[in-house]
């Protein structure tokens, strides 16, 4: 897993969807596996790319339904499975429908934690090879942040993980970090190598302090 943190307005998440494909219209070139990723064709980027924020939308339909939009084709034993990963199974459960527990719109009637459990859960159905995950902890309960950030490093055992924090702590078992500002790297490293030689870490365990 790879770590961008850096404070709001850095360019975190910019660099996130231009890498994505996200965002058109800029100089330069950016490579995918030696191509130019503006010469590939918007359903190759999205079979191989998931971007995942916090601001992702949940519909005014059942639980299940919300999350076959990750993968149409899922059974119900694959629903399942993935809410055990999430750790809302027994939530789930407990509702009088289950699966077909209507969520009201935006997904309003569940918490916040729980909200980008199911989020995450849908991602996981996708089976892609490289996700984004934006500001995926921001502003949730502590039980659910630790939750994610879990499944999240197991994930990233098999595949390519980018998460992206303005909080340092959320990215400690990174493999590597990404630090922005102003629009820019200013430092990229393995976390060990960072804790001793990046200020924005010296700075920031200084004022943890």
Same mark, same amino acid.
């Given at each position: 897993?790879?770590? &961008?943190?850096?404070?709001?307005?850095?360019?975190?998440?910019?660099?996130?969807?231009?890498?994505?494909?996200?965002?058109?219209?800029?100089?330069?070139? *950016?490579?995918?596996?030696?191509?130019?990723?503006?010469? =590939?064709?918007?359903?190759?980027?999205?079979?191989?790319?998931?971007?995942?924020?916090?601001?992702?939308?949940?519909?005014?339909?059942?639980?299940?339904?919300?999350?076959?939009?990750?993968?149409?084709?899922?059974?119900?034993?694959?629903?399942?499975? *993935?809410?055990?990963? *999430?750790?809302?199974?027994?939530?789930?459960?407990?509702?009088?429908?289950?699966?077909?527990?209507? =969520?009201?719109?935006?997904?309003?009637?569940?918490?916040?934690?729980?909200?980008?459990?199911?989020?995450?859960?849908?991602?996981?159905?996708?089976?892609?090879?490289?996700?984004?995950?934006?500001?995926?902890?921001?502003?949730?309960?502590?039980?659910?942040?630790?939750?994610?950030?879990?499944?999240?490093?197991?994930?990233?055992?098999?595949?390519? *993980?980018?998460?992206?924090?303005?909080?340092?702590?959320?990215?400690?078992?990174?493999?590597?970090?990404?630090?922005?500002?102003?629009?820019?790297?200013?430092?990229?490293?393995?976390?060990?190598?960072?804790?001793?030689?990046?200020?924005?870490?010296?700075?920031? &365990?200084?004022?943890?302090?």
């Amino acid at each position: 897993m790879i770590g &961008f943190v850096g404070k709001s307005g850095s360019g975190k998440s910019s660099f996130a969807k231009l890498i994505s494909h996200r965002l058109i219209g800029y100089d330069g070139v *950016v490579y995918w596996n030696d191509q130019d990723l503006l010469q =590939l064709d918007e359903e190759t980027i999205k079979s191989h790319v998931l971007y995942v924020d916090n601001q992702g939308y949940l519909f005014k339909y059942s639980i299940k339904a919300n999350l076959l939009m990750g993968k149409p084709d899922a059974t119900d034993t694959e629903l399942w499975t *993935v809410l055990e990963r *999430v750790q809302l199974a027994d939530f789930v459960r407990a509702q009088s429908e289950q699966l077909m527990t209507l =969520l009201s719109e935006n997904a309003n009637n569940l918490s916040g934690g729980q909200r980008q459990r199911l989020l995450l859960g849908r991602a996981l159905l996708k089976e892609t090879d490289f996700y984004i995950f934006d500001e995926m902890t921001s502003g949730i309960d502590c039980e659910s942040e630790e939750v994610i950030l879990a499944v999240l490093q197991e994930l990233a055992r098999d595949k390519l *993980v980018i998460f992206i924090s303005h909080r340092l702590y959320n990215v400690m078992a990174a493999k590597a970090v990404a630090v922005f500002e102003a629009g820019q790297i200013v430092e990229f490293g393995e976390l060990q190598q960072l804790r001793t030689a990046s200020n924005y870490f010296k700075a920031y &365990f200084k004022q943890e302090e």
